[in-house]
Nanobody, 126 residues
Framework: QVQLVESGGGLVQAGGSLRLSCEASGRTFRTYRMGWFRQAPGKEREFVTA????????YYADSVKGRFTISRDNAKNSVYLQMNSLKPEDTAVYYCAASPYSDSYSYTGVREYDYWGQGTQVTVSS
């Protein structure tokens, strides 16, 4: 089992940047695929980005491709989300998630992730 704690959210103007961090408990962090999801008010939780166990492969939603970058540091039990050129439509609660499943499973589905953080609010003003 793993516990996840996000940090780094806040209020930023359109065009600005934020860096989210997610720290995991336990010594098995490197065995999990990691992802970031977001949920805006009245909308379903949606995939943002994910990274493989080694960090060699990354996946992005079309809406954030070229603006967001996911990375991980297995030595620090952490995954990061660098968000640049933020837009008002990026406003949401951002969740870090861990998936114990093999790569035969999707990286983008909510159901493939068993462990979730509490979320951190990101608000982008126009």
């Amino acid at each position: 089992q793993v516990q996840l704690v996000e940090s780094g959210g806040g209020l930023v103007q359109a065009g600005g940047s934020l860096r989210l961090s997610c720290e995991a408990s336990g010594r098995t962090f490197r065995t999990y695929r990691m992802g970031w999801f977001r949920q805006a008010p009245g909308k379903e939780r949606e995939f943002v980005t994910a990274i493989s166990r080694s960090g060699s492969r990354t996946y992005y939603a079309d809406s954030v491709k070229g603006r967001f970058t996911i990375s991980r540091d297995n030595a620090k039990n952490s995954v990061y989300l660098q968000m640049n050129s933020l837009k008002p439509e990026d406003t949401a609660v951002y969740y870090c998630a861990a998936s114990p499943y093999s790569d035969s499973y999707s990286y983008t589905g909510v159901r493939e992730y068993d462990y979730w953080g509490q979320g951190t609010q990101v608000t982008v003003s126009s």
